[in-house]
């Protein structure tokens, strides 16, 4: 793959979450549709680091869903290293879904890494008092951090959150304080309120703050399209390690890049589009072996404009990639588009969605009482990936 090389870059040492050691200090965030085996199979294919699964819901793991059962199993080559994010809001339910997971070895092996959500600013999660709502009622945090980490015996336990519900009403400084009392291993932390959204830039100076605060890692997370975003983030707020979501979107080789910098290399991969055709072909090729062809191809379409981003390409290209069913048929259109450099106007722009900003939504008298303990009613969800 062709490199483009930069100014030499200063290193970051390995991240510790108990005894697990991630080198680079590098994760891949969980998004819905996205982080399944074959995606994670690709990143690794370009950089260590710790790949976590899309999120999963612990009642739907505690009742067996088949689906998230499915959602839950490792990838081939990540026993040592099988990362699950969990999205829980009764502790008792928290707690019976690590004990599967960590006893029972329901994802076909033991995780090696546990992380619980508590940032998810999705409308119809947080009117039900879930995700980036939760850390408000900080008694509950407490209680479910608690009961996780008891769970989970010796595999570490982390969590993820936000700055806060909005600008009035911040929580990461009272949920790192939490999750360090209770034992988890590292605390991650998005530069946004939930009511941003994905919208603005993220404000990384909380981090920092969370940084001085704390004696457990923190993880920068929010705005990290390059890998030299991710040094800059280090730099400036000192995290122990980055949490890498959109930004890798149409570009998994961003590891390989995350890898390098982490190590004080200047190597930073710049594909031509013959390059990214390859690896386009390889990521459906993963997912047609997870899923079927027809479905694999199918998943993978929504993957097609992130990778061709910036490159010129035929509109008739473009519409028929869209309506990809086979493999030979993907890298037949594939080879009609020409090659050509990698388009450096795309980088450092956002990837991914981005929405505006609104008022987050949220159950009634949900701001009264920080200290109550009771799980928030229907928040529960029943089905895993967010």
């Given at each position: 793959m062709?490199?483009?090389?930069?100014?030499r870059?200063?290193?970051?040492?390995?991240?510790?979450?108990?005894?697990?050691?991630?080198?680079?200090?590098?994760?891949?965030?969980?998004?819905?549709?996205?982080?399944?085996?074959?995606?994670?199979?690709?990143?690794?294919?370009?950089?260590?680091?710790?790949y976590?699964?899309?999120?999963?819901?612990?009642?739907?793991?505690?009742?067996?869903?088949?689906?998230?059962?499915?959602?839950?199993?490792?990838?081939?080559?990540?026993a040592d290293?099988?990362?699950?994010?969990?999205?829980?809001?009764?502790?008792?339910?928290?707690?019976?879904?690590?004990e599967?997971l960590?006893?029972?070895?329901?994802?076909?092996?033991?995780?090696?890494?546990?992380?619980?959500?508590?940032?998810?600013?999705?409308?119809?999660?947080?009117?039900?008092?879930?995700?980036?709502?939760?850390?408000?009622?900080?008694t509950?945090?407490?209680?479910?951090?608690?009961?996780?980490?008891?769970?989970a015996?010796?595999?570490?336990?982390?969590?993820?959150?936000?700055?806060?519900?909005?600008?009035?009403?911040?929580?990461?400084?009272?949920?790192?304080?939490?999750?360090?009392?209770?034992?988890?291993?590292?605390?991650?932390l998005?530069?946004?309120?939930?009511?941003?959204?994905?919208?603005?830039?993220?404000d990384?100076a909380?981090?920092?703050?969370?940084?001085?605060?704390?004696?457990?890692?923190?993880?920068?997370?929010?705005?990290?399209?390059?890998?030299?975003?991710?040094?800059?983030?280090?730099?400036?707020?000192?995290?122990?390690?980055?949490?890498?979501?959109?930004?890798?979107?149409?570009?998994p080789?961003?590891?390989?890049?995350?890898?390098?910098?982490?190590?004080?290399?200047?190597?930073?991969?710049?594909?031509?589009?013959?390059?990214?055709?390859?690896?386009m072909?390889?990521?459906?090729?993963?997912?047609?072996?997870?899923?079927?062809?027809?479905?694999?191809?199918?998943?993978?379409?929504?993957?097609?404009?992130?990778?061709?981003?910036?490159?010129?390409?035929?509109s008739?290209v473009?519409?028929?990639?869209?309506?990809?069913?086979?493999?030979?048929?993907?890298?037949?259109?594939?080879?009609?588009?020409?090659?050509?450099?990698?388009?450096?106007?795309?980088?450092?722009?956002?990837?991914?969605?981005?929405?505006?900003?609104?008022?987050?939504?949220?159950p009634e008298g949900?701001?009264?009482?920080?200290d109550?303990?009771?799980?928030?009613?229907?928040?529960?969800?029943?089905?895993?990936?967010?």
């Amino acid at each position: 793959m062709t490199s483009g090389t930069l100014e030499r870059t200063t290193g970051l040492p390995p991240l510790r979450l108990g005894p697990l050691t991630v080198d680079p200090a590098v994760v891949l965030a969980p998004m819905a549709g996205i982080t399944n085996p074959a995606f994670r199979t690709l990143c690794r294919e370009f950089g260590a680091g710790l790949y976590v699964c899309e999120m999963i819901t612990t009642r739907a793991l505690v009742e067996r869903s088949e689906k998230t059962l499915q959602m839950v199993q490792a990838a081939p080559g990540e026993a040592d290293a099988f990362s699950v994010q969990l999205y829980g809001v009764a502790p008792a339910t928290v707690a019976r879904a690590v004990e599967m997971l960590v006893d029972e070895h329901v994802a076909g092996t033991r995780p090696a890494h546990i992380d619980l959500n508590f940032g998810c600013p999705v409308p119809k999660v947080t009117r039900k008092g879930g995700g980036s709502a939760l850390p408000w009622r900080r008694t509950l945090l407490r209680n479910i951090v608690r009961s996780a980490v008891t769970a989970a015996k010796d595999v570490p336990v982390t969590i993820k959150t936000r700055i806060g519900i909005d600008a009035d009403h911040v929580t990461y400084l009272d949920a790192g304080r939490i999750a360090q009392d209770e034992g988890a291993a590292g605390i991650t932390l998005h530069g946004r309120t939930a009511d941003q959204l994905y919208s603005g830039t993220a404000d990384w100076a909380p981090i920092a703050r969370l940084v001085e605060t704390l004696d457990i890692p923190v993880l920068g997370n929010g705005d990290l399209w390059e890998a030299d975003d991710a040094l800059r983030m280090v730099a400036e707020t000192g995290c122990a390690g980055v949490v890498v979501g959109r930004g890798c979107l149409g570009r998994p080789w961003l590891f390989g890049d995350l890898a390098a910098a982490f190590a004080g290399s200047s190597q930073r991969a710049l594909p031509t589009l013959r390059e990214v055709a390859a690896v386009m072909h390889r990521h459906a090729t993963l997912l047609a072996a997870d899923q079927g062809e027809l479905w694999g191809c199918t998943d993978f379409r929504k993957h097609v404009a992130w990778y061709l981003k910036g490159f010129s390409v035929g509109s008739d290209v473009r519409r028929a990639l869209a309506m990809v069913s086979g493999l030979d048929e993907l890298a037949e259109l594939l080879a009609r588009i020409p090659d050509q450099p990698y388009p450096q106007a795309v980088l450092g722009a956002p990837r991914g969605r981005t929405t505006p900003p609104r008022p987050v939504a949220l159950p009634e008298g949900w701001l009264a009482d920080r200290d109550d303990p009771t799980p928030p009613s229907g928040a529960e969800l029943t089905v895993s990936g967010g």
